[in-house]
């Protein structure tokens, strides 16, 4: 016991009682004076040790570590998939309840108050963040859907990979009526080989490629319910397959052929030495699209069914959207 209690003068010496002015440090001057019998503990050198003598309440830079760890948390908790923010969020809201009663702020106020004012802080996360969960919940299901979807459509596609082209993404288009092409992607060289992926003033998706030579090709798909629907998640693909002396042009969404175009000859184009391809613009940053991308996958051929469906897995994983809106 003697020894128990020299440790504790000393780490109440070192860590409270830096006795130059009239208060150990921790708290204010008037914490002291409501509480004379912990002054006299801290003086003895008991504080912080432990069991019926421990002190809970904080020091300041204690309590503004505590809600830096907190905000930290919270302001994680928008990053990982929904089935771990929540728990996180809980986590959260319990840290506030029991930092208000462990506060050098609320030293001296009653324990109701303490837990009125944890209960408050508690509430203003919810009211800020089930909103957003109930919205990632709902974007979920419509992109579970739609990878679902295209992984049970997938087997009506070949089983053979054909040298081309093809861009999966998962996307929710919205089109705005401007008159005029709206882009989705294009990539290439003007007059040469090109390959671009757009929304054309008639409301109809549009995947045009131009070939060396600069002749273009195009396949197209309306936008609709049935078709290409907007304003949701979808699983887009868009693909050039080259089979010796043919070629085929296909436009896929959630797995289910929309929009097709064969012709009887090869389509020789090359992108490897372009410059970078355009997401959002066309080659001149104009005529842009308004969309949210959540993910992109690019190959230098088409995919097979087995592919397909495994791109569709991967495209579940969760990706917070990218926006985007054409220059104002």
């Known amino acids: 016991m003697p020894g128990r209690l020299q440790r504790a003068q000393k780490m109440g010496s070192r860590r409270y ?3 130059g002015n009239e208060y ?4 204010s001057p008037k914490y002291w004076r409501k509480h004379p019998e912990a002054l006299q503990r801290v003086k003895r050198g008991v504080a912080i040790l432990g069991g019926s003598e421990r002190s809970r309440q904080l020091t300041s830079s204690d309590t503004w570590t505590v809600l830096s760890v907190l905000a930290s948390v919270l302001f994680a908790v928008i990053i990982p998939p929904l089935y771990l923010r929540i728990p996180l969020f809980v986590a959260v809201c319990y840290g506030l309840i029991r930092l208000a009663h462990t506060s050098h702020w609320v030293s001296g106020w009653s324990s109701w108050k303490r837990t009125i ?21 709902k974007l979920q299901q419509k992109i579970d859907q739609a990878t679902n979807a295209t992984e049970s459509n ?3 596609q070949p089983e053979v ?8 993404a998962l996307i929710s288009l919205h089109n705005e009526h401007k008159g005029h092409r709206q882009y989705i992607w294009d990539g290439g060289v003007k ?9 054309a003033p008639e409301d109809i998706l549009t995947l045009s490629v131009s070939d060396d030579y600069g002749e273009v090709f195009e396949a ?3 936008l609709g319910a049935d078709s290409v629907p907007t304003d949701q998640p979808i699983y887009l693909t868009c693909e050039i397959g080259i089979g010796g002396t043919t070629a085929r042009l296909r436009l896929l969404v959630n797995g289910k052929q929309v929009g097709i175009s064969e012709f009887p000859r090869a389509v020789p184009f090359d992108l490897s030495h372009a410059p970078s391809p355009v997401i959002g613009s066309d ?5 842009g699209g308004t969309f949210e991308l959540y993910h992109l996958a690019l190959y230098n051929r088409t995919l097979t069914a087995l592919e397909m469906k495994k791109t569709a897995l991967a495209f579940k994983s969760n990706h917070p959207a990218v926006r985007y809106n054409p220059p104002a």
């Not at 150990?24 to 708290?27: L, N, S, T």
């Not at 004012?117 to 919940?137: D, Y």
């Not at 007059?191 to 929304?199: A, D, E, L, N, T």
């Not at 080659?283 to 005529?287: R, S, T």
């Open 154 to 156: 997938a087997g009506r």
């Open 220 to 222: 197209r798909s309306p």
């Open 191 to 199: 007059g040469k080989s090109r390959v671009s992926v757009y929304i």
């Open 17 to 19: 009682c830096k006795m």
């Open 283 to 287: 080659l001149d940053h104009a005529n």
């Open 117 to 137: 004012v944890g209960l408050l802080a508690a509430s203003v996360c919810a009211l800020v963040a089930l909103p957003q969960f109930v919205s990632q919940w």
């Open 161 to 168: 990979s054909f040298p081309g082209w093809s861009l999966h």
């Open 24 to 27: 150990p440090k921790g708290h």
